[in-house]
């Protein structure tokens, strides 16, 4: 019997427990930041007021929250000979790492909008940071999210502001979070706007690979990413060879060990109790364009929480099941008899 089954059903149930708790409430935040002004706290502790600022680094569009319509004026604009149309851009988010993320260099990502951002701390001793998101007006039920910055690229941005320097002139300012060169402390952000209240959603339950964590979000399906750039959310999932699956018709989906090279193998459950071994393609063709799998994903309070499909080993839908442990041989063993 492997004895490790039984602890890692208790650690998974554990995970999924702590999950689902409602935290506690957080204690009042700094005061924020003036309309249109961003305060950065430098590596003295000192607040500089940015009113010209933007982020050159750590962040990305939501390319599928793009607004409607947006694309076609991109085709219909004029542009130089050669040069491409540019896929509509979607709003700002920080591209977060938290603890519970995987070992992977690609690993599971919380995708924050920038106009939801309170505060974001940095610990630069320790090296990590902590960023707090409002969830609704009450700042007591933020989101706290935190996260390491000792990797490279990871958990790390980049802010340009234009600074007045008086009779000098106007100097463009860099600000280092997360990095180890004259890193700040951190930022303080003018009142956030909140998400607007989500209708009732499907949830669904990500087992991480190796993390042995559950973690729940809403609305789950598949983003697909053009070459360009773009993305595309679908509520279907592509397996080899032509087939298309409908994620409200799916009720499990269990990763198979090893991989093809069309994509990874999944056992896949219906709801209505059919389950077939099935290769989720990575790349398939959507309006003419080749699209890849960037991974599952799905709303959290904070956001959006990106798995890409390497990173989970699991996926169950509706309510969250945990595995079964190995039965026990009750039998006694059966020894050989001597012969005197």
């Not at 789950?220 to 592509?238: I, K, S, V």
């Not at 599952?296 to 956001?303: E, N, W």
């Not at 099941?321 to 050989?336: G, I, S």
Request: charged share 30%.
């Amino acid at each position: 019997m492997k004895t490790w089954q039984p602890l890692l059903t208790v650690m998974v149930g554990v995970a999924l427990l702590c999950s689902l708790k409602a935290a506690d409430p957080l204690p009042e935040p700094p005061a924020p930041a003036e309309a249109g002004t961003l305060i950065v706290i430098d590596g003295t502790g000192k607040e500089q007021k940015l009113k010209s600022w933007k982020f050159a680094a750590g962040v990305r569009p939501l390319g599928w929250l793009a607004p409607a319509g947006a694309e076609k004026d991109a085709k219909d604009e004029p542009k130089p000979k050669g040069e491409r149309t540019k896929p509509p851009a979607g709003p700002e988010a920080i591209v977060f790492r938290e603890e519970n993320s995987t070992d992977f260099q690609e690993g599971v990502l919380t995708l924050i909008p920038v106009d939801r951002l309170r505060v974001i701390d940095y610990d630069n001793e320790k090296r990590t940071v902590a960023i707090r998101v409002a969830t609704n007006e009450k700042p007591a039920d933020d989101a706290l999210l935190t996260g390491a910055t000792k990797f490279l690229g990871v958990n790390r941005l980049t802010i340009e502001a234009e600074v007045d320097k008086g009779d000098m002139g106007i100097a463009e300012v860099k600000y280092l979070g997360g990095g180890t060169d004259k890193p700040i402390r951190g930022l303080r952000f003018a009142a956030p706007k909140p998400p607007a209240a989500a209708p009732e959603s499907r949830l669904a339950f990500v087992v991480v690979e190796g993390k042995n964590n559950v973690q729940k979000v809403a609305d789950l399906q598949p983003l697909y990413q053009f070459a360009d750039g773009g993305e595309r959310l679908l509520p279907h999932l592509m397996f080899k060879k032509t087939l298309k699956i409908d994620v409200a018709k799916i009720q499990k989906i269990m990763a198979v060990e090893g991989r093809v090279a069309e994509g990874k193998e999944m056992d896949v459950t219906l709801k209505d109790g059919n389950s077939d071994t099935l290769t989720l393609l990575k790349t398939i063709t959507l309006d003419g364009k080749q699209a890849t799998l960037a991974g599952v994903l799905g709303r959290v309070p904070a956001g959006y929480k990106l798995f890409p499909v390497h990173t989970f080993t699991e996926i169950q839908f509706d309510e969250y099941k945990e595995p079964k442990p190995e039965k026990k041989d009750d039998k006694p063993e059966k020894k050989n008899d001597k012969v005197e």
